[in-house]
């Protein structure tokens, strides 16, 4: 016995588990189409206009990141899936990263794309965990030395500087 298709309810539940969300991108118009949830991971989390306007989106994307998401949405872009790490800034000051995955599923006569289907998952808290693991790696090595104050005084300085969600123009040396 074959078995049942696969339901509207059971795909989104598996996406939830997968912690993703399913997103469309209309290239003739540059518009993002998804559920509300899904375009607030794009803008700063806060409630935003349906559909979600490229050129809006950029504003909000890091600049050394930029280049990247318009490899997977441009021309060039290939049929294959196709998968990126880009940061956007929230209405906080901080970075947050999304990881997508997205493929080219309709093309012109051109043949340039028409539209693209991706998901997105919100990989900041992974990230961060990440960069404060090889922070304290990184300290850790600098105390096994025992290192003089000025040493140590770089080396706090230089971990904390490093942290993602930091604003350093408030630390000073005294």
Do not use: Y
């Not at 309709?106 to 990440?130: C, E, F, M, Y």
Request: proline letters at 7%.
């Amino acid at each position: 016995m074959p078995p049942p298709p696969l339901t509207l309810e059971t795909a989104t539940a598996l996406l939830s588990l997968a912690n993703a969300d399913v997103w469309h991108l209309d290239h003739a118009s540059e518009q993002l189409l998804g559920s509300p949830d899904t375009l607030a991971l794009w803008t700063d989390g806060s409630p935003c206009p349906t559909p979600l306007v490229l050129t809006d989106l950029r504003a909000l994307v890091h600049h050394s990141d930029w280049a990247a998401l318009a490899a997977l949405w441009g021309d060039a872009a290939t049929d294959r899936p196709q998968t990126t790490v880009v940061r956007l800034l929230n209405r906080h000051g901080a970075w947050r990263w999304l990881k997508l995955r997205t493929q080219v599923v309709t093309r012109n006569a051109a043949p340039r794309p028409v539209r693209s289907i991706g998901l997105v998952s919100d990989i900041s808290a992974k990230v961060r965990h990440r960069t404060h693991l090889q922070l304290q790696h990184t300290f850790a090595a600098e105390m096994a030395a025992t290192p003089d104050r000025a040493t140590l005084a770089r080396a706090i300085l230089s971990a904390a500087l490093t942290l993602p969600d930091l604003a350093g123009g408030a630390l000073s040396l005294r």
